[in-house]
């Protein structure tokens, strides 16, 4: 009962590669600013843009080397200086608002240091604050930079921002700087991936490749590209590639089993899935919970078993895989002993409403409902808001027909939840059983409020409009539910049998009771309608042997023999249609309207046929 999740690809940050060594002589100005500049940020390339999967921030700026203070105050000026080492010690005690206001103070003695600015953007773009980063990068001259990381690092802050226009050409420029540098490439094919321009995405990471041909992220976004484009099976090879490159990247491993998840290619599934859990990878917790769902999914209990009893060593606090565990055996109808594991569960964490509310449910399947509404009360009572358990407790009490007290709970349901159409239809199907139909009218009308196009709720409304004798009501729903569904069986039956049995729209209500029989055709209460219809229209020799079919399938209906003997009658068959009679009022001894009838016709007092004396002596009933 529990909807499984699928799979999803959760992608690693994309930047691990080792950074190429810096080149010399590539500051035409402020050359020895930007030579410390790039010493510093080095470790902030990492602040990208990885937007295949999820935005990330990077690390924090970090200063290695023992003279590094002391270059600094060398190539500032003395405030500045002073200023930005303030900041850069507030940036070690992670206080990012401090190291902020550090370094905006030293560009008030130094307004031109790009090196301040490109510092200062990273911390703001870290933090989330887009706007205040792009402001910074904006006020850095074009020739003050010309490294290639550092380039890369600026268009990756553009590109985060959604400045796509300027993050490309910062990349081109970075490329122009150093055309070796295959980083530069796998940020850009990520940002022309982002804007859908998969063709030149699949042609930069293929130029990138050129410089770092042994790069798993270069196989892993070249795959990207490719499936992007439709090329499923060259996606494969690509991401079979950064596998073979890293055996522990999983966000290559999640792209092959997604794509092997479309063609239904369960083994391999199974084979990629094991390969990156024996791989040695920290990484596991997330994807053994995933791969456990597949197998549960596919029906691979013994696997699947075997990995929760792994996780529940690794952590015995682990709830989530306690509770799967017992439903694993429940799965494989082992249901007392789910039941019994979900109970010392309970009883270690009394407060675990969803547990106690599957052990209802499991409850529910071995038929001990008294323990399942006790397990559902106990949960409502706890929390009165528990939506799942009032919903269950109140389906319950209806599946009992125990409409009266199933009323209450599913009325709080739709309180708690009134967006499911579900619950609103089954508050109205629990009033039109407890045969207070002005409140199953206005229950379902109110569903209806929320999903207009429901044809449950609408067929239902349509009975509870004919319970209340609005017949004009009744045809505009089944219309109505008609126009959404024209194949909607019970519908087409519902208004051809209504038509029938009010003598009106004969020929249409023998073809909506065709098309209703041409959908079900050994539904017996739809081949009633059709017989019945037939008969209204004068077909009294195809309406006898619809109806007599119809006997056949369903031979506890009164309604069905109740028409079989006016047929009889009409063809002047007086014992058959007698007979039949009995029999529609062995089904039903309270339809005064036959008894009337069968007196009318010349039958006698039915009290007296023998029927009625099998009966009352307790030996039986007649048989037809």
Not at 204 to 219: D, K, V
Request: hydrophobic content about 40%.
């Amino acid at each position: 009962m529990i909807d499984e999740k699928k799979l999803h690809p959760d992608l690693d940050h994309p930047h691990h590669g080792t950074l190429p060594p810096r080149e010399k002589n590539v500051f035409p100005k402020r050359r020895q600013e930007w030579v410390l500049v790039t010493f510093l940020l080095i470790p902030l390339v990492a602040v990208s843009c990885a937007a295949v999967s999820e935005s990330a921030t990077g690390p924090a700026l970090s200063l290695e080397g023992s003279g590094a203070q002391e270059a600094v105050h060398s190539l500032l000026p003395a405030p500045a200086s002073y200023h930005f080492l303030q900041g850069y010690m507030a940036e070690l005690s992670n206080d990012l608002p401090k190291a902020m206001l550090e370094y905006r103070a030293a560009l008030q003695y130094d307004p031109e240091s790009a090196f301040l600015r490109v510092r200062l953007a990273a911390l703001y773009f870290s933090s989330g604050n887009m706007r205040r980063a792009v402001e910074s990068l904006d006020h850095i001259r074009d020739d003050l930079v010309q490294d290639a990381a550092v380039l890369t690092q600026m268009a990756n802050m553009y590109a985060g921002a959604g400045n796509h226009t300027r993050a490309l050409a910062l990349y081109d420029g970075a490329v122009r700087v150093n055309p070796k540098r295959a980083q530069t490439y796998f940020d850009k094919g990520v940002v022309l991936l982002n804007l859908k321009r998969n063709i030149e995405a699949e042609e930069t990471f293929t130029q990138g490749m050129a410089h770092a041909p042994r790069s798993h992220l270069g196989f892993f976004y070249r795959g990207k590209a490719l499936e992007a484009q439709g090329k499923t099976a060259e996606a494969k090879e690509a991401y079979r590639q950064a596998v073979a490159m890293t055996e522990q990247f999983e966000p290559a491993y999640r792209a092959l089993i997604r794509l092997y998840e479309a063609d239904g290619d369960v083994p391999r599934i199974i084979e990629l899935s094991e390969q990156f859990l024996s791989s040695g990878t920290l990484r596991v917790a997330a994807f053994r919970k995933d791969f456990v769902r597949f197998l549960l999914k596919h029906k691979h209990y013994d696997r699947a078993m075997d990995l929760l009893d792994n996780m529940i060593l690794d952590d015995p606090t682990d709830l989530n895989a306690q509770i799967r565990k017992a439903l694993v055996y429940a799965e494989r109808n082992d249901s007392h002993r789910a039941i019994e594991d979900l109970k010392r569960i309970i009883q270690a964490h009394p407060s675990a409403l969803r547990v106690r509310d599957y052990l209802g449910l499991l409850y529910e399947q071995i038929d001990d409902v008294e323990q399942a509404i006790d397990a559902y009360r106990t949960n409502v009572n706890v929390d009165a808001t528990f939506y799942d358990s009032r919903v269950h407790l109140g389906y319950l009490l209806y599946r009992l027909t125990r409409y009266e007290e199933a009323v209450p709970h599913l009325t709080e349901a739709v309180a708690l939840n009134p967006d499911n159409p579900e619950t609103h239809l089954l508050l109205g199907l629990a009033y039109l059983q407890a045969k207070q139909f002005d409140q199953a009218a206005s229950a379902l009308e109110e569903g209806l409020n929320v999903s207009p196009t429901d044809t449950d709720l609408r067929f239902n409304l349509g009975a509870a409009y004919d319970k209340l004798n609005r017949f004009s009501d009744v045809v505009r729903e089944m219309e109505a539910v008609l126009t959404h569904d024209p194949d909607h069986a019970d519908a087409l039956n519902y208004l051809g049998y209504s038509y029938a049995d009010r003598g009106i729209n004969g020929q249409e209500a023998v073809e909506l009771t065709q098309r209703a029989v041409a959908l079900k055709p050994n539904n017996g209460y739809y081949i009633d309608s059709l017989g019945w219809a037939l008969f209204k229209v004068g077909r009294v020799d195809e309406a006898l042997q619809t109806i007599q079919r119809a006997a056949d399938l369903v031979k506890d209906d009164p309604v069905i023999f109740e028409h079989l003997g006016e047929i009889y009658l009409t063809q002047d068959h007086h014992e058959q249609a007698k007979d039949a009679w009995i029999r529609s009022l062995t089904l039903d001894p309270k339809n005064e309207k036959l008894i009337r009838r069968f007196q009318e016709v010349g039958f006698g007092d039915p009290a007296e046929s023998e029927w009625a004396k099998r009966r009352e002596s307790g030996t039986g009933e007649p048989t037809f």
